[in-house]
Nanobody
Framework: QVYPVESGGGSVQAGESLRLSCVVS????????LGWFRQAPEKERERVAT???????????ADPVKGRFTVSREITRNTLNLFLRMNSLKYEDTATYYC????????????WGQGTQVFVFS
């Protein structure tokens, strides 16, 4: 079991930037992928970005944010750290952003953080 904890959300004006962070602790040795997802009010949750723990070049970015968002990860002795750099934010980026971890051998992301809210105003 791993425990993702997000931070870095807030309220920003359209065009500005934010950087989200996620610290994943627990049984990180069995974690193969990390991801950012978001859910806007009254909408389905959607994938934003994912990256394999052992290969940062594996990062994938969803089309709506491609070119504006970048994902990166850092491995420390006891934690996995996931970051989401969000540039040129738009009103439609307003959502709760969740960090998630996928265990090796699993198909889906099963460990989720509580989320951090991002509000973009114009």
């Amino acid at each position: 079991q791993v425990y993702p904890v997000e931070s870095g959300g807030g309220s920003v004006q359209a065009g500005e930037s934010l950087r989200l962070s996620c610290v994943v602790s627990g049984s990180t040795y069995n974690t193969c992928s990390l991801g950012w997802f978001r859910q806007a009010p009254e909408k389905e949750r959607e994938r934003v970005a994912t990256v394999d723990v052992d290969n940062e070049n594996s990062a994938t970015i969803a089309d709506p944010v491609k070119g504006r968002f970048t994902v990166s990860r850092e491995i420390t002795r006891n934690t996995l750290n996931l970051f989401l750099r969000m540039n040129s934010l738009k009103y439609e980026d307003t959502a709760t952003y969740y960090c998630a971890a996928r265990r090796c051998g699993d198909v889906t992301f099963t460990n989720w953080g509580q989320g951090t809210q991002v509000f973009v105003f114009s």
